[in-house]
T-cell receptor
């Protein structure tokens, strides 16, 4: 497992449904980030996890968005009651403590119909 | 607060000619600066980074960038473009302490013609 992996790679859902996006960071990386890439907004930060500390949720656009990180490894981003404006590519990145480079996964393309 | 401005949304070059992608940054403290590349339907790949060491930074695939504090610039260059360089390039700024949230520029799409 060399890099960050994300699943699914593509997700099509209907407006109003809930979705879960998964991120597996690089083994040993303590920091994990979620970003969103959309046509209108570019690339924007959503949420950050560092070890066992409380996450920084300052980038989440609404209370329909939440994320958790279990056991300091895998993270799940959940979007409840999806809206069409949630359509975007959701990117996950991880970083090793003490280093400054974030490594990105391939992303999940979410389409809300 | 931090921000980056990528001055060109599109840059077109011919194969074998130099590449210049421009980036200006704003930061209230000493930042880390990065260039990432994104090929179509692919994830973001780190090209190079500046973190207060040498001001001329060399990256992968022949790219380099020079940090100029007086001009608040971090332009990306390559002496000779290849067709495979066609992609979207993002200039990124981050504080070099704390949780290091990345702030992305709007991207520059590089088009390379034969």
């Amino acid at each position: 497992g060399a890099g960050v992996s994300q699943s699914p790679s593509n997700k099509v859902t209907e407006k109003g449904k809930d979705v879960e996006l998964r991120c597996d960071p690089i083994s040993g990386h303590t920091a994990l980030y979620w970003y969103r890439q959309s046509l209108g907004q570019g690339l924007e930060f959503l949420i950050y996890f560092q070890g066992n500390s409380a996450p920084d949720k300052s980038g989440l656009p609404s209370d329909r968005f939440s994320a958790e990180r279990t056991g300091g490894s895998v993270s799940t981003l959940t979007i409840q009651r999806t809206q069409q404006e949630d359509s975007a590519v959701y990117l996950c990145a991880s970083r090793k403590q003490g280093e400054d480079t974030q490594y990105f996964g391939p992303g999940t393309r979410l389409t809300v119909l | 607060a931090q921000s980056v401005t990528q001055l060109d949304s599109h840059v077109s070059v011919s194969e074998g000619t130099p590449v210049l992608l421009r980036c200006n940054y704003s930061s209230s403290y000493s930042p880390s600066l990065f260039w990432y590349v994104q090929h179509p339907n692919k994830g973001l790949q780190l090209l190079l980074k500046y973190t207060s060491a040498a001001t001329l930074v060399k990256g992968i695939n022949g790219f380099e960038a020079e940090f100029k504090k007086s001009e608040t610039s971090f332009h990306l260059t390559k002496p000779s473009a290849h067709m495979s360089d066609a992609a979207e390039y993002f200039c990124v700024v981050s504080p070099n302490t704390g949780f290091q949230k990345l702030v992305f520029g709007t991207g520059t799409r590089l088009l390379v013609s034969p």
